[in-house]
């Protein structure tokens, strides 16, 4: 998430994510929230919530990561959380099965990712333009040409 949004979310909920400034060792934090943009809305509402759920001082909910699942889902972890914060959390994950990560579109889906890509939640048109197969195949085709697999030079 790029830092303009990172900052919104810290000036709204400044006791929620008050780990943002805690050393790595302690908490996850301090690496911000890492996914992208589209998740935005989410993620405020998610913090709304929890914030309205939650008693104040020392005891109070603190997030202390936001990233990803494996399958490519919404990863949010905190500290002193009650079961229907829990639920919070849970929803926003769902949501965020839905929603581009990219732009925050909705119906979005689940897009394996090729190679080494993680898995993540794209609508159709940031799964486009993000990968541009047509053209990597042209290149290729072109700088080298086809030859049949089953002709062997023998040297005699
Ligand atoms: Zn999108």
Same mark, same amino acid.
């Given at each position: 998430?790029?830092? @303009?949004?990172?900052?919104?979310?810290?000036?709204?909920?400044?006791?929620?994510?008050?780990?943002? &400034? $805690? #050393?790595?060792?302690?908490?996850?934090?301090? *690496? +911000?929230?890492?996914?992208?943009?589209? *998740?935005?809305?989410?993620?405020?509402?998610?913090? @709304? /919530?929890?914030?309205?759920?939650?008693?104040?001082?020392?005891?109070?909910?603190?997030?202390?990561?936001?990233?990803?699942?494996?399958?490519?889902?919404?990863?949010?972890?905190?500290?002193?959380?009650?079961?229907?914060? @829990?639920?919070?959390?849970?929803?926003?994950?769902?949501?965020?099965?839905?929603?581009?990560?990219?732009?925050?579109?909705? #119906?979005?889906?689940?897009?394996?990712?090729? +190679? $080494?890509?993680?898995?993540?939640? $794209?609508?159709?048109?940031?799964?486009?333009?993000?990968? #541009?197969?047509?053209?990597? /195949? &042209?290149?290729?085709?072109?700088?080298?040409?086809?030859?049949?697999?089953?002709?062997?030079?023998?040297?005699?």
């Amino acid at each position: 998430m790029d830092s @303009q949004h990172t900052e919104q979310l810290y000036e709204r909920f400044p006791e929620l994510y008050r780990e943002r &400034t $805690a #050393p790595l060792k302690s908490s996850g934090m301090a *690496w +911000g929230f890492q996914c992208g943009n589209g *998740w935005y809305k989410i993620i405020y509402e998610m913090s @709304q /919530k929890i914030q309205k759920l939650s008693v104040g001082g020392e005891f109070a909910p603190a997030i202390t990561q936001v990233s990803k699942h494996e399958d490519g889902t919404l990863h949010v972890e905190a500290r002193n959380i009650t079961p229907p914060i @829990q639920d919070v959390i849970a929803t926003a994950r769902e949501a965020s099965r839905l929603t581009c990560e990219e732009c925050g579109y909705s #119906p979005a889906f689940l897009r394996k990712g090729k +190679g $080494a890509e993680a898995p993540h939640i $794209a609508c159709g048109r940031c799964a486009r333009k993000n990968t #541009p197969t047509t053209t990597r /195949k &042209t290149n290729k085709r072109n700088r080298r040409p086809r030859r049949a697999p089953d002709i062997v030079v023998v040297k005699r």
